[in-house]
């Protein structure tokens, strides 16, 4: 099992940038494949990113391709989240997400965390 948190959210202009950060427990972090999902009022959560479990293999909703890059530290049981140029409608709660087996997915992800919120003002 891995306990996950993230950290990094708040308030930004349009065109500005944040970094999220996701720590997880335990010592098999390298195991897991990890992503990232946003939820934004009134809406259903949606995929963003998803990294394999070495770093190699990524992938992005189309809405964030080319803004924000996903990486992992597996020395540091932690993922990121770099967001540049960010748009209003990037506002959402923002989840990390992890899944057993090591390969990314788009769904089906067994652990979570609280999430953390992400404005962006334009």
């Known amino acids: 099992q891995v306990q996950l948190g993230e950290s990094g959210g708040g308030s930004v202009q349009a065109g500005g940038s944040l970094r999220l950060s996701c720590a997880a427990s335990?010592?098999?972090?390298?195991?897991?494949?990890m992503g990232w999902f946003r939820q934004a009022p009134g809406k259903e959560r949606e995929f963003v990113a998803a990294?394999?479990?070495?770093?190699?293999?990524?992938s992005y909703a189309d809405s964030v391709k080319g803004r924000f890059t996903i990486s992992r530290d597996n020395a540091k049981n932690t993922m990121y989240l770099q967001m540049n140029s960010l748009k209003s409608e990037d506002t959402a709660v923002y989840y990390c997400?992890?899944?057993?087996?090591?390969?990314?997915?788009?769904?089906?992800?067994?652990?979570w965390g609280q999430g953390t919120q992400v404005t962006v003002s334009s």
């Open positions: 335990g010592r098999t972090f390298s195991s897991y494949a």
């Open positions: 990294i394999n479990w070495s770093g190699g293999s990524t």
């Open positions: 997400a992890a899944r057993p087996g090591g390969l990314w997915a788009r769904a089906s992800y067994d652990y």
